[in-house]
């Protein structure tokens, strides 16, 4: 699983086996057992949350929206 980057102990991440076909560009988000999953089109918005309380998750997207092309890109270069 191709880690984009980690930030405040969080891993965004996304999962060499998307699907066939393959899921719509996304980030996976995971520290501890914790794990939210972000859809990045046609804008940022939450997939699913296993853990995070409702204000981590929203700092989480905040930082989802900030990163947004630079996910899209590590994508983009692992699937080609």
Do not use: C, Q
């Amino acid at each position: 699983m191709p880690v984009v980057f980690r930030d405040g102990g969080f891993r965004f991440f996304f999962y060499s086996n998307e699907g066939d076909p393959r899921e719509p560009v996304h980030v996976h988000v995971m520290r501890g057992r914790d794990e939210a999953k972000f859809w990045l089109y046609p804008a940022p918005s939450v997939a699913y949350n296993r853990g995070y309380n409702d204000p981590l998750l929203a700092s989480l997207l905040r930082t989802v929206e900030e990163r947004r092309y630079e996910i899209e890109e590590a994508r983009h270069d692992h699937f080609g």
